[in-house]
T-cell receptor
Framework: GAVVSQHPSRVICKSGTSVKIECRSL??????MFWYRQFPKQSLMLMAT?????????EQGVEKDKFLINHASLTLSTLTVTSAHPEDSSFYIC??????????FGPGTRLTVL | GQQLNQSPQSMFIQEGEDVSMNCTSS?????WLWYKQDPGEGPVLLIA?????ELTSNGRLTAQFGITRKDSFLNISASIPSDVGIYFC????????????FGKGTKLSVKP
């Protein structure tokens, strides 16, 4: 399967700061990447679809001004959590779509906002 | 919206036993995916199913795409301790490529 990396793997920040998470597809070009959020002991919820060269598509209830997504190249999508608050603490995972619509997950980023 | 009902929620089994879990939906899906997630890690794709009735194996894992396209099961044979983790089913409906719907997961514990 495809290899997807994320950086950083873990971040702790103060309330009110912004945090950038990078998602890279290492061995293929991904015109579409996806960002999920997972709270403890819960399933994964799609936040947004990141489209290379165009605006991201956000799911209902996800604030686009708070979760900024940039997909500047075919191998990199970034998620910036702006003015983070403790309720934004979660596990953020990106995926890249495969040739047959399967999705390959990155290792995830654990965000803790103090 | 579309929802997946995954069961059981959790399983406690003895090493060597077979395991079965399933997902059902009131909606039709075009693709079913099964993932395993270890603590603190991203989910890893185990099996992808693309056709109704399709039966696919990956080592000790076997999964099937239901004929009605509204269900799928995953079987693990002769479980071993490293099978421990949370297993998620995910369905992809029509339309948007990214619209994966996840089940709530099945937590598997294996006693040596």
């Amino acid at each position: 399967g495809a290899v997807v990396s994320q950086h950083p793997s873990r971040v702790i920040c103060k309330s009110g700061t912004s945090v950038k998470i990078e998602c890279r597809s290492l061995d293929f070009q991904a015109t579409t990447m996806f960002w999920y959020r997972q709270f403890p002991k819960q399933s994964l919820m799609l936040m947004a679809t990141s489209n290379e060269g165009s605006k991201a598509t956000y799911e209902q209830g996800v604030e686009k001004d708070k979760f900024l997504i940039n997909h500047a190249s075919l191998t990199l999508s970034t998620l910036t959590v702006t003015s983070a608050h403790p309720e934004d603490s979660s596990f953020y995972i990106c995926t890249a779509g495969g040739r047959r619509n399967e999705q390959f997950f990155g290792p995830g980023t654990r965000l803790t906002v103090l | 919206g579309q929802q997946l009902n995954q069961s059981p929620q959790s399983m406690f089994i003895q090493e060597g036993e077979d395991v079965s879990m399933n997902c059902t939906s009131s909606s039709i899906f075009n693709t079913w995916l099964w993932y395993k997630q270890d603590p603190g890690e991203g989910p890893v794709l185990l099996i992808a199913l693309y056709k109704a009735g399709e039966l696919t194996s990956n080592g000790r894992l076997t999964a099937q795409f239901g004929i009605t396209r509204k269900d799928s099961f995953l079987n693990i044979s002769a479980s071993i301790p490293s099978d421990v983790g949370i297993y998620f089913c995910a369905g992809l409906g029509g339309g948007s490529q990214g619209n994966l719907i996840f089940g709530k997961g099945t937590k598997l514990s294996v006693k040596p």
